[in-house]
């Protein structure tokens, strides 16, 4: 969510959530995020709920696998990553690169501009 909100800028809206969220962000997400001068250290793990995944045009999953709700008619993307939890900010860099480079490729199919 923090590339997406960061790239996207007002051109798009997301939304977080998980089937099992936790109770804090991870710390060595936090610093490899901050790295490239994005804040998500005011982010809290908050689960799926209907009416989100109702009204998103693009459900991404990171492994939630059968946990997560799907509805007939929505376009679900699961990416398989490396659980940055308990990991090292050296660790966590590339699934953090990973990601960006994923979500750039999702702006450039939904037709949203990314910002620099």
Known sequence: ????????????????????PGFE???SAIAAMSERGIDISRE??????????RAADVVVSMGCGDAC???P???????TLDDP????????????DDIERRVRGLLD???VPAQH
């Open 44 to 53: 809290f793990a908050k689960p799926w709920t209907d009416e989100v995944v």
């Open 109 to 111: 199919e939904l037709g």
């Open 1 to 20: 969510m923090g590339f997406f909100q960061h790239l996207a800028g007002d051109n798009a809206v997301a939304w977080s959530g998980g089937s099992e």
């Open 73 to 79: 008619g929505k376009r679900y993307l699961d990416w």
């Open 25 to 27: 962000v991870n710390p």
């Open 85 to 96: 939890a308990g990991q090292s900010v050296d660790a966590v860099r590339p699934i953090r």
């Open 69 to 71: 709700p799907v509805f």
